[in-house]
């Protein structure tokens, strides 16, 4: 097997459209990467407006929330106040309930001798008459 070394322009032409086929390839590569360059620069910024966006959102929220807890805090300070308040005049206003047992007792016994006296008042009238 010999090779023939002779170089004749259909050599020199099928070289130069390798050539060329490599050259267009290579600068289309180069154009697609540089438009998916753009692209990911394009979205990283959007991402980023986005995460600002979602962390200014969340510092909002979380504003808010410090001033419901706030306001929570307050109401519930207020009625504690209040119940302690509360409870002190049920303290000193209302009778306890040894005072109602003692009350019920002299009541009780004033009662009895109203009884008593009304039926010595009965005999008494009865007395006179007969």
Known sequence: ??????INLSHLLTIAF?????IAAW???????????AINA?????????HNSTSMA?????GSLKIIQDRIEDVRAKSAHELAEFKL???????GY????????????????????LEKLSED???SRG
């Not at 005049?89 to 009778?95: E, L, Q, R, S």
């Not at 003692?102 to 009662?111: C, F, H, P, S």
Request: aromatic share 4%; proline share 0%.
């Open 58 to 62: 969340i510092a909002a929220m979380q």
């Open 42 to 50: 394009r979205h990283e910024r959007a991402l980023e407006a986005q």
């Open 1 to 6: 097997m010999q090779i023939d070394w002779t």
């Open 125 to 127: 009238r009865s007395r």
């Open 98 to 117: 040894a005072a109602l047992r003692d009350m019920e007792a002299r009541l009780v016994k004033a009662i009895d001798e109203l009884g008593e006296r």
């Open 27 to 37: 600068i289309t590569l180069r154009w697609r990467v540089a438009a998916l360059e």
């Open 89 to 95: 005049d049920v303290a000193k206003h209302y009778a």
């Open 18 to 22: 390798a050539l060329a086929g490599g």
